[in-house]
Every structure is written in structure tokens, then in C-alpha cells.
């Protein structure tokens, strides 16, 4: 038998400065049996920097012609493909083909340089992706937060990220590896 997503529900205000956005979004997210808290996590701090009415999660690990979070305009066009890990060269120039512009949120540690040293070359030819890199502390401070019904604010301020469940705060500041 298949085992089934878990549902996690977030309300999530988010303040970006520097975007002058400021809303608040009730969330869903299905965390697939395979996927990590620490990912799942990596998905809420994907969409609190790129937040949208319109941004919404993809079907996730099991859909490999989804990313992790898109945002679609009103005739369908993909006008943001954001992944979250370490996705390989193909997917990614697909997505580049797709999208109007196309964000990786890469984490893991050691593993993030490794897959930079070997996909980055060629993927500094794609001039609508951008590649953020959150270190592992962060990461891991993020997925302590996790839990099934959470209440979060976001601050985004000169590109330094503060999420709070009001009790503890995670500082992130993502490393840029390559912008457009």
C-alpha cells in the first residue's frame, strides 16, 4: 500500500521591503513520504521570498514536470518555475525553456558546492535562472519550525530573511551563486 502525504497548514504574513509586498497566505502543504521536513521548509521560505497571490506549489516529488512552486499568469504562461534541492542541468534548461524566469533554492550543505562545481558551468549559460544557496545551519533551524499547524511571519529586508513562530527566530541570508 502506498503511503499517503502528510498535510502541514501555515499561515504565513510575509513583509518584503524590498518588493514592497506585504500579504498574508494560508498555506497547504503536502510533504510527500519521501521528502524531508528540511525540504518541505525550503518550499515555505521558496514561496515567502517570491510570495504571489498567484504563487502556488506544484504537485511536488511526484510530478517530475512540476517544479516545487510556480506562478502562472492569467492565460497559463509560466511567469516563475522555482525548484528546490539540486535538480539536474536537463530539468532545469527545460524549465528555462518554459518559464519566463526560473529560481533554484539549493541546500545541503557540502553537496550544494559539489553540484555547483558540476552543473554550474553550463548553467551560467541560462540567462533567466537565478541559483540562491541557503547554508545548512539555516536550513536546519527552518525545519525545526516545522510543525503540522504553524503560524509564521517572514521579514525580507535587503535580502536578509527573518522567519518567526514567535518564539524562536531563524535568521537566512541565501548565498547568490548566479543571478540573471
Keep these: 500500500m502506498a503511503l499517503k502525504s502528510t498535510v502541514f497548514r501555515a499561515k504565513l504574513a510575509v513583509a518584503d521591503t524590498d518588493r514592497h509586498y506585504y500579504a498574508e497566505h494560508v498555506l497547504t502543504l503536502a510533504r510527500h513520504p519521501s521528502e524531508t521536513d528540511e525540504r518541505m521548509m525550503v518550499r515555505l521560505l521558496a514561496f515567502a521570498l517570491y510570495a504571489d497571490e498567484r504563487l502556488e506549489f506544484g504537485r511536488g516529488l511526484s510530478a517530475a514536470d512540476e517544479p516545487a512552486l510556480w506562478l502562472k ?35 545541503g550543505g557540502r553537496a550544494v558546492d559539489v553540484w555547483w562545481g558540476k552543473e554550474g558551468p553550463a548553467l551560467g549559460r541560462l540567462a533567466n535562472l537565478t541559483v540562491l544557496a541557503v547554508e545548512p545551519a539555516q536550513s536546519a533551524a527552518l525545519e525545526a519550525l516545522a510543525e503540522r499547524g504553524m503560524d509564521l511571519q517572514c521579514t525580507i529586508q535587503e535580502g536578509h530573511v527573518w522567519i518567526t513562530d514567535g518564539a524562536d527566530t531563524v535568521p537566512i541570508e541565501p548565498r547568490r551563486l548566479q543571478a540573471p
Design 73 to 107: 499568469d492569467y492565460s497559463g504562461a509560466v511567469k516563475l518555475w522555482i525548484e528546490v534541492g539540486l535538480p539536474d542541468e536537463r530539468a532545469l534548461k527545460k524549465a528555462a525553456g518554459r518559464a519566463e524566469r526560473v529560481v533554484v533554492l539549493a541546500y
